[in-house]
């Protein structure tokens, strides 16, 4: 068919010379995350290094692999580090990875990832609920030939994040006195962080925190039927909204004290998932 999809398939091939195992739920662990296997049951692992072609992270806190097994009883897919677009991955390898997930049988994903506040009200530490994206400052994932096996070729985006999905995390949020923001998640590319100018145009745009991961990803799964919902660690303020110089220090910093309640978050609302 194409080289992407075929890509995909000898990826998905070479999982299932290795696992059997279905998830019905994929989740992409960002930075601080990591050791959220500990909330899993888990079943296998397979390093993306052992799959053909798969795409490996080069980002220090990214190394890679797939965690298989249960939360609670919802079997699921994690991925322990992603790739991004900045460290020189062709687009549809950025999102290979969520693809193959869907093929492995995942019908749900949940995106995490830390990002920048632009929104005045949110600080460092906040999780804010993915409510919509802009991307258009990342290279669509869908340009090229369209795969036709995994969805069409101009797919509606006006409701990526899956509104049931939102009142499930929303409501676990509230039962377990977790607070909760929510907004617009604006991806750039990086590697760089951002200017002031970027960020004003960014707010200016509608957006209310920034990274460089994850609406890839979720425009990739809608294509393909997903039904998707995100969490964001907002680390740090976004460039000129603070004096500070921003480090990728401080964002992990950040990130890996936020953790065990970002983890408790992830957990009790998947669980409701099913
Ligand atoms: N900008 C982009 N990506 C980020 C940021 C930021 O301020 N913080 C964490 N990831």
Redesign the pocket.
């Known amino acids: 068919m194409s080289n992407v999809y075929d890509k995909v398939m000898g990826c998905l091939e070479s999982v299932r010379e290795k696992t059997d195992f279905v998830p019905k739920v994929a989740i992409v662990l960002g930075s601080g995350l990591g050791d959220y296997a500990e909330k899993i049951r888990v079943e296998a692992e397979i390093d993306y290094s052992d799959i053909k072609d798969f795409p490996v992270s080069t980002v220090p806190g990214h190394a890679g692999k797939f965690i298989f097994g249960y939360v609670d009883d919802v079997p699921v897919v994690c991925m322990k580090g992603r790739v991004h677009y900045y460290e020189g991955y062709d687009i549809s390898d950025v999102v290979l990875p969520t693809r193959l997930m869907k093929l492995m049988g995942a019908e749900i994903l949940f995106l995490t990832n830390?990002?920048?506040g632009i929104n005045t009200s949110f600080g460092a530490g906040d999780f804010m609920l993915i409510t919509d994206h802009i991307s258009t400052f990342a290279p669509n994932p869908l340009i090229g030939p369209n795969i036709d096996a995994f969805g069409t070729r101009f797919p509606d985006m006006s409701e990526v994040y899956d509104k049931d999905l939102q009142d499930i995390i929303r409501q676990t949020a509230k039962d377990h006195n977790i607070p909760l923001k929510e907004g617009v998640y604006i991806q750039?590319t990086?590697p760089s962080?951002?200017s002031p100018a970027e960020i004003r145009m960014a707010k200016t745009l509608g957006a209310d925190a920034?990274?460089?991961s994850t609406v890839v990803e979720a425009i990739a799964a809608n294509h393909m039927g997903m039904k998707i919902c995100g969490i964001s660690c907002v680390?740090?303020l976004?460039?000129g909204l603070s004096t500070n110089p921003?480090t990728h220090d401080e964002?992990q910093a950040a990130a890996n004290k936020a953790a065990p309640l970002f983890k408790q978050l992830l957990t009790e609302s998947v669980k409701r998932f099913v």
Do not use: P, T
Request: charged share 5%; hydrophobic share 55%; aromatic share 12%.
């Open positions: 830390a990002s920048g750039f990086g962080f951002e920034v990274g460089m680390c740090n976004a460039a921003l964002v």
